[in-house]
């Protein structure tokens, strides 16, 4: 059953904030495709099945809801801020074809203006990929992709709930390399039950083996309401191990490396242009920074989540509860804040921390420099001019480094 909670209109207060914001600021758009072929038994993301939609929703009337919340975005933020990132995540994206990826680009031009050398990115199933599908998708205007590996090794795929095969990944890698583009991703996880050592060893060779410069490399988490966590309840798979998420992360970390690769924050690796000094990394995901950096960014589809100038909101979960909203000319909006001042703060040291520039020491206060210094004498922070970096041994423990910074 659909649930038919009615939107909240965004509040007068968070109106004022948006109209307050520097109109040179960054603006990033996330697209949000919610369809899925199969669930994976990890995912906790707002996907559905053809099977778990029915006939209470459809990629058309997706479409005409995200038209039309990308025709309110751009008034609200008008005047209208060019866009310097645009993001499509699922979900599938590829599931709806280059066309289909293709006329959504479009939809966004249709509402704003894209900024000179805007990066495009959209993820992709492999199997869900061709040759032609590449080759529409550079045409329109998309600049990156990036591909669901997850693993070379079977076993661990199967344990994933993966349908794709290993290989696959590999040749939509080259397929996407021969179509003209130069920005290609290959995500990984790691830690999975059963894997071994030499297991993530023949992913990370199968990645660097295609025309790829950037890497994402997950821990396995497992999270509440997932197949995968009801398997470990049961005590069908165990609980993913500390120690050996610690030690597959440095044996990533340290191939990846070795490979010209840098990481630029602590689950991304980009290929740097640079060899001296902190590199210049042509490679890394601008969108993604965008979010580590709080800038603004607006979400688009069901359960999307946006921030512009410290309001945040996200959308209605399901599909057609969120075109319901739109058709009667309301944003789909599920809930909203304000982020007080330290709100704000908490989070600034969370995200840039993590960030290979590290997080300026004017920005803590005086207890919490302190509280870095005992970090950098432990080993697990060093400074770099004015900036906190985390350490190779303090990248495994950065969430407890930012508890103990912030007290």
């Known amino acids: 059953m659909v649930n038919r909670q009615a939107p909240q209109p965004l509040s007068d207060q968070a109106l004022a904030a948006m109209g307050e914001v520097d109109r040179a600021r960054p603006l990033g758009l996330y697209l949000h495709v919610p369809f899925c072929a199969t669930r994976c038994g990890y995912c906790d993301f707002n996907t559905y099945t053809a099977g ?38 699922g979900g599938t994206p590829s599931l709806l074809g280059g066309d289909g990826l293709a006329a959504l680009l479009g939809a966004v031009r249709d509402s704003f203006d894209l900024a ?41 795929l199967s344990v994933l709930d993966r349908t794709h095969t290993p290989g696959r990944a590999l040749a939509a890698a080259r397929e996407a390399a021969a179509a003209g583009f130069d920005h290609l991703n290959l995500d990984l996880i790691y830690g999975t039950p059963g894997e071994r050592d030499e297991d993530l060893a023949a992913s990370i060779d199968a990645v660097l083996s295609v025309p790829i410069d950037h890497v994402s490399a997950y821990a396995l988490i497992v999270e509440d309401g997932t197949a995968f966590a009801r398997k470990v309840r049961r005590g069908e798979v165990p609980m993913p191990d500390d120690d050996v998420l610690a030690a597959r992360y440095e044996m990533l970390d340290a191939r990846l490396s070795e490979a010209g690769m840098t990481w630029y924050e602590v689950s991304n690796w980009a290929r740097a242009n640079t060899d001296s000094g902190l590199p210049e990394l042509d490679s890394a995901c601008r969108h993604n920074e965008m979010y580590w950096r709080s800038d603004d960014w607006w979400g688009v589809g069901p359960g999307a989540h946006s921030h512009v100038n410290g309001v945040r909101w996200w959308n209605q979960k399901h599909p057609a509860t969120y075109s319901a909203s739109l058709d009667q000319g309301l944003l789909p909006i599920g ?73």
């Open 116 to 156: 000179s050398g805007a990066e495009v990115t959209t993820e992709s199933n492999p199997e869900s990929t061709s040759p032609e599908f590449f080759s529409t998708l550079h045409e329109a205007g998309f600049t990156r992709i990036s591909l669901g590996m997850q693993s070379a090794a079977p076993h661990v």
């Open 335 to 407: 809930g909203q804040e304000i982020l007080t001042v330290d709100d704000a703060h908490t989070e600034a040291v969370m995200l840039r921390l993590r960030m290979r520039e590290g997080l300026a020491a004017s920005f803590l206060d005086e207890r919490e420099r302190a509280r870095a210094d005992v970090a950098v004498v432990s080993g697990l922070l060093r400074t770099a001019g004015n900036a906190y970096v985390l350490t190779d041994r303090g990248r495994l423990l950065a969430d407890g480094v930012v508890r103990d910074i912030l007290g």
């Open 52 to 89: 778990e939609l029915g006939s209470s929703s459809s990629p058309q009337s997706w479409m005409e809801g995200v038209r039309a919340e990308l025709d309110r975005a751009a008034s609200l933020l008008s005047p209208v801020r060019k866009v310097s990132t645009i993001f499509v995540g």
